[in-house]
């Protein structure tokens, strides 16, 4: 196999690991309908089960990208799949709602693992100047997630059961434990492939943890002003609009499938911008109008749904890509885990009340428009947030030449 094939490979192993770590969260949101029906839970309780994996990943996401930088990319890689596996199978095996909670909690130590396991393969296996594409392909694994769910879940479970359906995902670890092995050297066999780090070199660059605490901020702000979005779009589609649950997996297939594309591609792009502040504040703006278009929608009418879709893939589903290659410019390959870690636990935080809050709202008030309201405002301050750390930025390079 030629080193640009294995290269390919490699990129779409990492997909698929960022892929696994983020489908627990969309096959709940596509089989809300059914849950919610078999387990007789109210909004609040479902929200609560998204809201238990995030508090488990933000509580775990740093001690993660310790264990990553520790014990190497490989070995947590083949933790990641295992514990995707116990998820997706002990949520298909619960008999009632309790049973549920513990099996999304190792989803949350699974998705604490995602971003820093991949980010450290990329800098330790992959040189500087290819890392672009490939944190664009990585990346596109999560939203790859949601089509995978969006398509398969609601056809799966028309023929296997919701239960069922959710089982059958386990296979994707079984893949995943073997192209590991096959593809991700062994800790001595490690080549410096990419930037190699030493133990000298263990520290945070020049000034940029300052930079890594307002990505953190807007990363909370995105994930708290998005996550209810992913999670509750195709339940806000069926009890809107009463269309099924197939029309509903589709909405989220769709988001998926424009949120794959816009993660791949940004990539390579973000990889050409230097102040990375500036795409990501357009991402937030963008994000936020797409959310107002789902707000209008329930009363306009359900075709602007499709519009909200394609505007939320292109900002809220992707803006992630840009914000880790920010990250991995800011520190030390030695540490990146570390770093991923901080800013995933700020995500993690901003996403876990999310669902609940969300999901609160709208039982209160019977409907979904005040909690899409509210995620418009908190998609507006990352915006003002990300801007903030463009003008910084410029005032120390405005600094620098003065100096």
């Not at 963008?286 to 900002?315: D, H, K, P, R």
Request: aromatic fraction near 10%; charge should be positive.
């Amino acid at each position: 196999m030629t080193g640009r094939l294995r290269t390919v490979w490699f990129g779409l192993l990492l997909a698929l690991a960022m892929g696994v770590g983020s489908l627990p969260l969309y096959a709940l949101a596509v089989l809300a309908p059914y849950l919610t029906a078999d387990l007789a839970l109210s909004r609040t309780q479902f929200g609560l089960l998204a809201t238990v994996l995030l508090v488990v990943a933000a509580l775990l996401a740093t001690s993660m990208g310790r264990l990553v930088d520790s014990f190497g990319g490989r070995r947590m890689l083949i933790v990641l799949f295992a514990a995707f596996a116990t998820t997706v199978i002990g949520v298909a095996a619960a008999p009632a709602y309790l049973y549920v909670l513990p099996a999304v909690a190792v989803g949350g130590f699974a998705l604490a693992i995602t971003n820093p396991v991949t980010n450290q393969l990329v800098v330790r296996h992959i040189a500087a100047g290819r890392q672009g594409w490939l944190i664009g392909l990585k990346q596109s694994g999560a939203q790859l997630s949601a089509v995978v769910a969006g398509v398969f879940l609601p056809a799966g479970a028309l023929l296997l059961g919701w239960r069922g359906a959710l089982a059958a995902l386990g296979v994707l670890s079984v893949i995943g434990v073997v192209a590991t092995l096959w593809l991700v050297p062994a800790p001595s066999q490690a080549s410096a492939a990419g930037s190699r780090p030493t133990r000298a070199r263990a520290t945070l660059r020049g000034d940029p943890l300052r930079a890594v605490h307002w990505l953190a901020a807007y990363a909370c702000l995105m994930a708290a002003g998005g996550g209810a979005i992913t999670i509750y779009l195709p339940l806000y589609v069926v009890e809107r609009f009463q269309a099924s649950p197939e029309l509903a997996g589709l909405t989220a297939a769709g988001l998926g499938l424009v949120g794959f594309t816009a993660r791949f591609l940004s990539g390579p792009i973000s990889g050409q911008i230097r102040k990375l502040s500036v795409p990501l504040t357009v991402l937030a703006f963008v994000s936020a109008v797409a959310t107002a278009l789902l707000w209008a929608a329930g009363y306009a009418g359900f075709w602007l749904v499709w519009g909200a879709v394609i505007l939320f893939g292109l900002s809220g589903a992707a803006w992630n890509t840009t914000s880790t290659l920010a990250v991995l410019r800011e520190v030390d390959p030695a540490i990146v885990g570390q770093a991923s870690g901080m800013v995933l636990r700020a995500a993690y935080t901003g996403g876990l009340l999310s669902p609940i809050g969300f999901g609160f709202l709208v039982d209160q008030t019977g409907g979904y428009g005040i909690g899409l309201l509210v995620a418009i405002l908190l998609q507006v301050a990352a915006a003002a947030t990300v801007f903030r750390l463009y003008l910084w930025q410029r005032g120390a390079e405005d600094s620098a030449r003065l100096a």
